[in-house]
């Protein structure tokens, strides 16, 4: 009997962007089948940009995974009694209330147990969760949107936690081979936010989102130099001799974006008692120039960037590969969100 092999198509809708992968099983493993990139013009310009990628990539599966995030997402990780996974959704929402600054009513409500961590009492088994609630009327918009293109959602993630599902298939594949305790903090770098996901092996121990992204860097530089957005944003990405200049013009949010993460770092450290070893760093905003100098300087530790195609084969007769070479620093949301292949049904 042959096996008909299943494709799901990874949505990374942002404010600027967006991204889209379409990833295959095979028996040989995850292959990359599509691929699409644009830049959105104006916030009504969205859909009509994601239909027009979807269509320049020829990519047909109309399942997809996508992602929310934003203030209307809580995340939150909680110690509660060991419970089976029945109990655990039931008390996870009358437990929402001490964690969350929304009626319940408001939110649709997720979690599920991360570990579990005993000390020699059997009575006092306690076990860490993870807890998510978004604003339902947030959840209803995006899947509305999503159907209005013509598309099937079959999961809506978060996107730090597609970022985590992006970098655990390196680690499924072999690529690292360190300590598998060891913490190690992905920071993706975006337009409008950063976002900050804390592994500790496979585990998601930490996830904050920063409001400071590649569009203050932007306004950084056309305040500096008295350009309009546009200008400033083409010097950014093209310095074109005029490195020195964009990196003085930047310093003070790169400072201000690093400042924060070193807050997140601490406070992981100060609740785990376990030293954040790697940084590794994604985003189109990544790419700006004295961001990475900047990090290490402020974290005081290497920072390093990564493939999110690492471990998947590309079908170079089914992409643009220099478009994808030149945009794969920003597709580790959307890599996350296209591996959810075992929701794919």
């Given at each position: 009997m042959f096996s008909r092999q299943k494709s799901l198509v990874g949505l990374d809708i942002g404010t600027d962007e967006v991204k889209v992968v379409e990833l295959t099983e095979t028996a040989e493993g995850l292959e990359l089948t599509g691929f699409g990139w644009g830049r959105i013009p104006t916030p009504e310009e969205t859909l009509d940009t994601v239909k027009a990628v979807l269509r320049e990539s020829g990519i047909r599966t109309r399942k997809v995974a996508t992602a929310v995030s934003g203030r209307s997402v809580v995340v939150r990780y909680i110690t509660l009694p060991r419970l089976d996974d029945d109990e655990l959704q039931g008390t996870l929402r009358l437990e929402a209330d001490k964690y969350i600054p929304f009626d319940r009513d408001e939110v649709c409500i997720d979690g599920q147990s991360l570990e579990v961590a005993s000390d020699d009492s059997p009575e006092n088994v306690e076990m860490k969760s993870l807890l998510v609630a978004v604003k339902k009327d947030l959840l209803q918009d995006h899947i509305d949107q999503v159907q209005d293109l013509g598309l099937i959602p079959v999961v809506i993630d978060v996107d730090s936690f597609a970022l985590g599902n992006s970098f655990e298939l390196r680690n499924e594949a072999g690529?690292?081979?360190?300590?598998?305790?060891?913490?190690?903090?992905?920071?993706?770098?975006?337009?409008?936010?950063?976002?900050?996901?804390?592994?500790?092996?496979?585990?998601?121990?930490?996830?904050?989102?920063?409001?400071?992204?590649?569009?203050?860097?932007?306004?950084?530089?056309?305040?500096?130099?008295?350009?309009?957005?546009?200008?400033?944003?083409?010097?950014?990405?093209?310095?074109?001799?005029?490195?020195?200049?964009?990196?003085?013009?930047?310093?003070?949010?790169?400072?201000?974006?690093?400042?924060?993460?070193?807050?997140?770092?601490?406070?992981?450290?100060?609740?785990?008692?376990?030293?954040?070893?790697?940084?590794?760093?994604?985003?189109?905003?990544?790419?700006?120039?004295?961001?990475?100098?900047?990090?290490?300087?402020?974290?005081?530790?290497?920072?390093?960037?990564?493939?999110?195609?690492?471990?998947?084969?590309?079908?170079?007769?089914?992409?643009?590969?220099?478009?994808?070479?030149?945009?794969?620093?920003?597709?580790?949301?959307?890599?996350?969100?296209?591996?959810?292949?075992?929701?794919?049904?």
């Open positions: 690529v690292r081979s360190e300590d598998p305790d060891r913490a190690v903090a992905l920071v993706d770098v975006g337009a409008s936010k950063t976002n900050i996901h804390i592994l500790r092996g496979n585990v998601s121990c930490f996830s904050r989102e920063i409001y400071l992204g590649g569009t203050d860097l932007t306004e950084s530089i056309a305040r500096r130099e008295h350009l309009d957005e546009a200008e400033a944003e083409e010097l950014k990405c093209d310095p074109l001799g005029n490195e020195e200049l964009v990196a003085n013009a930047v310093q003070p949010v790169l400072d201000e974006i690093a400042g924060e993460i070193q807050l997140s770092f601490e406070y992981f450290e100060n609740q785990f008692d376990h030293r954040v070893e790697e940084v590794f760093i994604s985003g189109g905003a990544s790419r700006t120039i004295g961001l990475q100098d900047t990090f290490e300087r402020v974290f005081d530790r290497e920072v390093k960037t990564w493939d999110p195609l690492e471990s998947i084969k590309i079908r170079e007769d089914l992409v643009d590969v220099d478009a994808l070479a030149e945009h794969k620093v920003q597709l580790s949301i959307a890599v996350g969100l296209g591996s959810r292949l075992q929701d794919c049904v």
